[in-house]
């Protein structure tokens, strides 16, 4: 296996956008390429397109081709879309990254486009209800907030989680958005803001869940040996782990421990040659408050079912035991599907670089990780990264 | 403009709403080979497969058990009494086709072994407990078809 690089990278704005699936995806790709100038199009040759569900969203299918041809891009190795819903980002990294190692691509592109805003919302609220096992499970109306409200209402049970506790998680991903111009939701928000917004699916509330979100990104890989040749400052990927136990509801290895998110750290850490403690920076999925609480715990920053203590203790901001989420997360910046594991990425890179303002730089950081899960948290995929 | 035309292009006003929208699976036996669940399902019994071979209680029903391969699988109750494990309400964002039910509740219930997600009818939020028994429900869709509910009893 080569050591691999990360040489380059651009997104779009995030949030409802007046732009097509096309422009999106154009946009991110002329940011990418214009940080990356001593890359042309046609050096590329694999493109790797992170999109969850372009059909619903904007009924088109066959999506890598397509932005190959809008971006100038001859694939000639690998050419693929990758969908692992939420992760669908993630997993176009992964893949290219597995394409760069095994020395199959020199030089690939992993993307991430989603358009989810849509002229009847009700629609966009359809799509996402086929997520999970839409016979046994969607058909219940079992969408992405009904599922984690009961995984919430689970861990407050059992472990005495409070919302207020919840509420923290968004005041604190908030308080970075509001300094990230990327974001979907660049404003501050309190504990207060958080307990009096709409309720969604109790317990949790409009600011405890993540948006709906027009966005795309997209980051260059290439082999550790040739990546001074794009950029002083690269960043490597020195470690990853996947891990997936069950799908339908009744089937998860347990509610309130992500026993497949605890596999892949375990693996993600072994490849690094690391321990928990090493990470400075996390981006982990905040889809949704209650899933930032039990991802201390899974990480092991944190004693199980004390994950709400670990931030009122203030550990999870920067400056605290691990920086989680300094981009602002999925609960500040959206979740544009297919494109939110390249945000992540992206933000990791231009941390490293030092290109973040003053309020959000993680100062020394030497080692971060990009979290993802899919579905009803049965998925979990994890990337590794060092200066 | 010269030779340009201008003239309408036509779609339909109203569309049927496309079975791949429907949550509700198709159930007989041109769609499905598990159209027993759903026969059984009419009878008013929750049922699912085991395996024969090693024993394994498959939820949800299959074909093929997913321990051993063995495709040879029985048919079993599940009963009709179960304890509700987590609940919460669909207040905002109910799909297309739910959106009529919203607010409703959803739950995740213990029964004959198992934990299975399944809509709750007559409870709010506020009326459930984690762990109070809940009784079997069977709803009909005006095509014939049916799906599994709970209810307070």
Redesign the interface.
């Known amino acids: 296996m080569r050591k691999v690089a990360i040489v380059g990278g651009g997104a779009t704005r995030c949030g409802k956008r007046e732009a097509s699936w096309r422009d999106l995806a154009q946009e991110a790709g002329k940011a990418m390429f214009e940080n990356v100038p001593n890359l042309s199009q046609k050096d590329v040759d694999s493109l790797i397109v992170g999109a969850a569900q372009p059909e619903r969203f904007a009924f088109q299918a066959h999506v890598a081709p397509l932005v190959a041809e809008y971006l100038g891009i001859m694939p000639r190795k690998v050419l693929a879309r990758t969908e692992l819903m939420c992760a669908s980002g993630q997993a176009a990294i992964r893949y290219a990254y597995a394409c760069v190692a095994s020395g199959l691509s020199d030089v690939a592109a992993a993307f991430g486009v989603e358009k989810m805003f849509m002229p009847d919302m009700?629609?966009a609220?359809?799509n996402?209800?086929c997520v999970l096992?839409?016979?046994?499970?969607?058909?219940?109306?079992?969408?992405a907030?009904?599922f984690f409200?009961?995984?919430a209402?689970?861990h407050m049970?059992e472990y005495g989680t409070t919302k207020e506790q919840m509420a923290l998680v968004s005041v604190k991903n908030h308080r970075y958005s509001a300094l990230n111009p990327l974001a979907q939701f660049p404003k501050e928000v309190t504990v207060d803001d958080v307990l009096k917004s709409?309720?969604?699916?109790?317990?949790?509330q409009l600011l405890d869940c993540s948006g709906i979100t027009d966005g795309a990104a997209g980051v260059i890989m290439v082999p550790a040996d040739d990546a001074k040749k794009y950029t002083d400052t690269p960043m490597y990927v020195v470690g990853s782990g996947q891990a997936n136990i069950g799908n339908?509801?009744?089937?998860l290895a347990n509610?309130t421990e992500w026993i497949p998110l605890k596999m892949a750290a375990q693996e993600a850490f072994q490849t690094a040659h690391i321990a928990a403690d090493d990470v400075d920076l996390a981006e982990v999925h905040d889809c949704f408050t209650i899933s930032e609480i039990m991802e201390y715990e899974a990480f092991g920053w944190c004693e199980k079912g004390k994950g709400g203590k670990f931030i009122e203790e203030g550990q999870p901001f920067i400056g605290g035991k691990v920086a989680v989420n300094p981009r602002g997360g999925l609960l500040g910046c959206g979740h544009p599907l297919g494109a939110t594991a390249i945000l992540q990425t992206l933000d990791i890179l231009q941390q490293f670089r030092g290109e973040v303002p003053k309020g959000r730089y993680v100062e020394g950081a030497e080692v971060a990780l990009a979290h993802n899960l899919s579905g009803p948290a049965n998925v979990h995929s994890i990337m590794v990264y060092s200066r | 403009m010269g030779n340009v035309e201008f003239d309408k292009a036509c779609r339909p006003e109203t569309v049927k709403l496309p079975f791949m929208l429907d949550f509700y699976p198709l159930e007989d036996s041109k769609n499905t080979m598990i159209g027993q669940f759903f026969t059984s399902l009419k009878q008013g019994r929750l049922t699912t497969t085991k395996c024969k071979k090693c024993g394994k209680l498959l939820w949800p029903p299959r074909i093929v058990c997913s321990n051993c391969l063995s495709n040879e699988l029985e048919w079993v109750d599940l009963g009709t009494e179960g304890e509700l494990y987590a609940f919460t309400e669909m207040k905002l964002g109910a799909p297309l086709g739910f959106v009529q039910d919203a607010p409703f509740s959803i739950g995740i219930v213990k029964i004959g072994g198992l934990l299975i997600s399944a809509r709750i009818d007559n409870a709010k939020y506020d009326q459930l407990k984690m762990g109070e028994n809940l009784q079997l429900k069977i709803v009909e869709l005006e095509d014939g078809r049916v799906f599994y509910r709970f209810r307070k009893p």
């Not at chain 1, 096992?133 to 969408?143: F, K, P, Q, T």
């Not at chain 1, 709409?198 to 949790?204: E, Q, R, T, Y």
């Not at chain 1, 339908?248 to 089937?251: A, D, H, I, L, Y």
């Open positions: 009700a629609e609220q359809t996402m209800t096992d839409r016979e046994w499970d969607g058909v219940n109306a079992l969408s907030p009904p409200a009961m995984t209402q689970r049970f709409v309720m969604i699916a109790p317990p949790l339908t509801v009744g089937n509610m």
